[in-house]
């Protein structure tokens, strides 16, 4: 059968291993936070650590080294105001509801990205599939720009977390009803969203025809 391949890196970006995984990976998946300061660390960290500038746009220039490109930026740890899916102003498809503030900064943090981006040929090499789309304006192009590469994933609660990590049972595949997971194990109807939503995720990465169930025993299918 076919094998999708993952490899987690931390945030020390140009670390040698980093780098081996960036060589032998096809895309890579930037988790972001709502933090200007975060945000900024991707194009200047002053241990050498930036991934884009200290990274993936060195290695796109070496003709003699294979590269990822980033596919998918993914704003993690955002709270989430309704377990609705929600296609933002800004065109960023999430599954749930984000509160208005939350969506906003979003939609700056994309917008940041597509400027870098618009006009550097550099960047633009480090990005998967991507297209300038200069026929349009900035308003369609921010849309385009995020519903391609932008999605959200919302905190999840400490409980399905807690026990997830210390019964080594991926979410994904955790039962309510498992006696092993201990007395404090999550209710059906939590895991059920916190299932949906990573269908979802796997889905924006790898694209709607992607067979989720496939690969992810137990994981339900999301419909959009």
């Not at 102003?89 to 509801?97: E, L, M, Q, R, Y």
């Not at 969506?103 to 960047?123: F, G, I, P, Y």
């Not at 349009?136 to 192009?141: K, Q, Y």
Request: glycine content about 6%; hydrophobic content about 40%.
């Amino acid at each position: 059968g076919e094998w999708n391949v993952f490899a987690d890196t931390d945030h020390l970006a140009a670390s040698p291993l980093t780098k081996l995984a960036f060589g032998a990976m096809e895309r890579i998946v930037v988790p972001l936070s709502l933090d200007q300061g975060d945000f900024s660390r991707l194009f200047h960290d002053p241990t050498g650590n930036a991934l884009f500038t200290d990274v993936l746009m060195p290695m796109a220039q070496n003709p003699e080294i294979s590269s990822a490109r980033v596919s998918k930026f993914i704003f993690t740890k955002v709270l989430p105001k309704a377990n609705t899916e929600i296609t933002t102003h800004a065109g960023i498809k999430s599954p749930f509801t984000p509160p208005v503030l939350a969506q906003q900064e979003m939609a700056n943090l994309a917008d940041s990205l597509r400027n870098v981006s618009k006009d550097n040929t550099l960047m633009q090499s480090t990005l998967y599939d991507f297209t300038a789309n200069s026929e349009v304006d900035d308003g369609a192009r921010l849309q385009m720009f995020c519903r391609k590469y932008c999605t959200a994933f919302k905190l999840v609660a400490d409980g399905p977390a807690n026990v997830s990590k210390t019964a080594g049972a991926p979410l994904c595949t955790m039962d309510s009803n498992d006696a092993t997971l201990g007395v404090t194990r999550p209710d059906k109807k939590t895991l059920d969203a916190l299932k949906a939503e990573l269908s979802f995720t796997v889905l924006s990465i790898f694209g709607e025809d992607y067979q989720v169930s496939a690969g992810f025993p137990g994981l339900p299918h999301y419909s959009s």
